[in-house]
Every structure is written in C-alpha cells, then in structure tokens.
C-alpha cells in the first residue's frame, strides 16, 4: 500500500463537487438524483479510505453499508415520487414544479 | 510508480471522466450508463483498500440495482422532452462556482491536516475484516441498533416506494 491517503481525499472531494454541480444545475429532476448518488459515493470512498489507514477500528466499514442502505432507500422513493409526479403532471423538470412556490 | 498507484490512477480517470458526464451529457440513458462506470470505478477502489465484500456489494446493490432502478425509472418518464432544449437550468454558472469553490475549500482543509500524506499499515496477518464487519452488525456493543434502523428504514422506504407509485389509487 504505497498510495498515500491524500489521493483518495482529494479524489472523493473531486467526485463530491461534480456531484454537487450535477445536483445545483441540472432540469431533469432524475438527472438531481443521478448527482446525489455521485456525492454519496465520494463520502463512501472517503468512509472506507478512513477505515483502511485508521487504527484498526471497522467503525468506518459499518457506516458505509448503512450508507449504502440510505441510498437505495432514498432512490427507490426519490424515483417513485418522480413517477408518480410524472403521472400527473407530465413533467419532470425540476422547474415545473412549482405548486407549492408562493 | 508502484502498481497500486497506476491501478489508482487509471481509476481516478475513470471516475471523474464517467462522473463528469453524468453531469453534462444530455441523454440521460446515456447518463445513467455514465453513472454505472463511475460506479465500476469505485468498486474498483474498494478492491484496491482491500475491502473486497464492500466491492461486492457496490456491484450488487449500485449497479445491479440502483442504476437498473435509474434506468427504468428515465425510460418510464421520457415522452417528447427528452433531447429538446438545454439540459441545465439558468443557474448553473452559480452552480459551477459553487462546485469549484467546495472543491478548492476541501482541497485546502484536507492538505493543512498534519495526516494528510500518511501511507497505510499493512493489515495484520490473521485479522479477518470481513468477520470483523459481520460481529460488528450484530453484536449488542457495537452497531446493532444502527443495523436494525437501517432495516426499518429500508422496510420503510420499500412500502412507501410501492405506495406513492401505485395506480390505481383514485
């Protein structure tokens, strides 16, 4: 193991910003949801990274599968409100949207 | 250059390149595709900190599942929208920004941390992680109540998923 833990920091806070650029800028409320996996997926790289050059604790392990939970259960509601949003109102740009919007 | 660098860094182009095209390209099939590269790249990665079973589960449960579930869900929403007009919204300059400056603000936390550049400890002969991380999710001491609260919040998630997309319901 010669990578220094440096490498995988920086690369996760690379995916965590495009992820984050995704989720600021894009219509299409899937294209969101496509971004909000991207940056769980840094934390997760950041969470394992932590585990491996730690003290031996398996904290770090534990917390990325209850990661990976939070994210399927968040994408299997996030994608049933965006169809059921879709069913109704045959948009799902996230601009369109608005009925709750003063 | 040791191996394991090269392996990283072909990785590390993987990632961002497929990520990077997530966030831009315009079909969002094509997206969805990018999304499971990037999430290959990944798993890959878990591999190479030798934490073979999250590897695993990160090709069984993200790509096997999410992303499926990703492009079902474009394909079941799709109508006459789908390739028209730009795909971001007025604000994605802001965006950009926004995103540079998280990324310049991180890059320059983490390198004034004094453990920035430490290498890994070999991990010692005869430690199982895998038994470890299984222990750990049941014992009473350690994360059984945050293993149980995922359950429940799965559970949660799959009666509402089914709830909130089902038909017939008015």
Redesign the interface.
Known sequence: MSIPISWYLILSAALFSIGLFGVLARKNAIAILLGIELMLNAVNINLVAFWRYGKGSIAGQVFAIIVFAVAAAEVAVGLALIISVYRRRSTVIADDLDLLKW | M?P??II?LLC?AL??SS??M??TTRN?VH??LW?VA??FG?AI??G????G??AL??VV??IG??AV??I???M????E?RDKG????Q??G???V???L??GG??YI??SWD????????IPLG?D?LM??GK??VSPD??VL??EV??I??L???V???F??S?SKD
Do not use: C, E
Request: hydrophobic share 70%; charged share 5%.
């Open positions: 040791t394991d660098q990283f590390a990632i961002v990520a990077l997530v966030v969002l997206a969805a999304l990037a999430l990944v990665l878990f190479l900190l030798q934490a079973f999250l589960v990160q449960i993200y599942a999410i579930l990703f079902f869900a474009v079941l929403t799709r109508r929208m730009p795909q971001v919204n604000n994605w802001i965006g950009a926004l995103a540079l998280t990324f991180l890059a983490l390198s453990g920035f550049s430490s290498t890994a400890k070999a430690t992680s470890m991380l750990a999710l350690a994360f945050p293993f995922a359950s919040l799965l949660a998630a799959l509402g998923a089914v909130i997309a038909a």
